[in-house]
């Protein structure tokens, strides 16, 4: 049984909510969260501003691990997930003038070892966004959100190292945005869909559209597989951004939706190395 962690960007807070007792643990931050993964030696690492932090979850304590493109003080770090060998990769993006709207091309892609050496894969990125890797390790999915696109490369397991980048999914009018991306266990993605209410499966082999879970908010931002069986499908969504005729229109945005009876399961996480 996974616990299910959201962060709440804005008011700088990473909430950690089990589902066999429903109770929720928050803790607050001191600067933007991004992403919160577990790690293997105990509680979770998280992106807040430019810095990967170690949460203890019994003391409440962050510890400050290494930070992120220093040579550029308006950036944060945005999505961030860890691979099957344990190796953390997380994103960037530049100073957030309204919500989707950046100072372009500010963002880079980088992957954090056991060891906390950063390796920079990417530059130029608009809005570093959902990751993830294909069942067999060997390919890499990636979303900068601004290029309305799901992007898939070459992956080397044992180094990291991307290569032979290509799209294998445009965003269709209507669609919205890109956001965060899980997989499921029989390999494809989904994509929680910014400004589109829903989020859609992809099969990544012939870049069709599977199917649409509409959700009662436009905002979703994010989703991941959880529960028992791991047949849960969580999405979180925003609700910063909206007019007040819209947020009467849309109550629940802002909240974390479970989604059941999809008849298809995701996987287990990987916990970070370091």
């Known amino acids: 049984m996974m616990s299910s962690v959201k962060v709440e960007s804005v008011v700088k807070k990473i909430h950690r909510w089990s589902p066999t007792t429903c109770q929720i643990q928050s803790i607050e931050t001191d600067d933007t969260v991004g992403f919160a993964v ?5 509680g979770y690492v998280a992106g807040v501003g430019r810095s990967i932090v170690a949460i203890d979850w ?7 691990l290494v930070d992120i493109d220093e040579d550029k003080p308006n950036n944060r770090l945005n999505d961030g997930k860890v691979d099957p060998m344990g190796r953390l990769l997380a994103g960037t993006m530049g100073k957030e003038e309204q919500p989707a709207q950046v100072q372009k091309k500010q963002g880079s892609l980088y992957s954090v070892n056991s060891e906390y050496l950063v390796t920079k894969h990417l530059s130029e990125v608009d809005i570093s966004n959902g990751l993830e890797w294909s069942l067999d390790q060997k390919t890499f999915f990636y979303i900068d959100s601004l290029a309305l696109s799901v992007d898939a490369f070459d992956y080397n397991s044992s180094t990291g190292h991307l290569s032979n980048r290509r799209v294998v999914y445009h965003m269709e009018e209507g669609e919205g945005l890109p956001d965060g991306m899980t997989i499921d266990a029989e390999g494809n993605l989904w994509v929680a869909c910014y400004n589109g209410g829903r989020v859609i499966r992809i099969d990544p082999t012939t870049g069709k559209r599977l199917q649409t879970v509409s959700l009662p908010v436009m905002k979703t931002t994010s989703c991941c597989f959880g529960g028992p069986d791991y047949s849960d499908l969580y999405v979180t969504s925003a609700s910063l951004g909206l007019s007040k005729s819209e947020r009467n229109q ?25």
Request: proline residues 8%; glycine residues 14%; without cysteine.
């Open 38 to 42: 577990p790690r293997k030696s105990s």
């Open 58 to 64: 019994s003391t409440e304590v962050m510890t400050s």
């Open 250 to 274: 849309q109550p629940l945005s802002g909240n974390t939706f479970r989604v059941k009876g999809l008849g298809v399961k995701g996987l287990p996480s990987h916990s970070f190395s370091g």
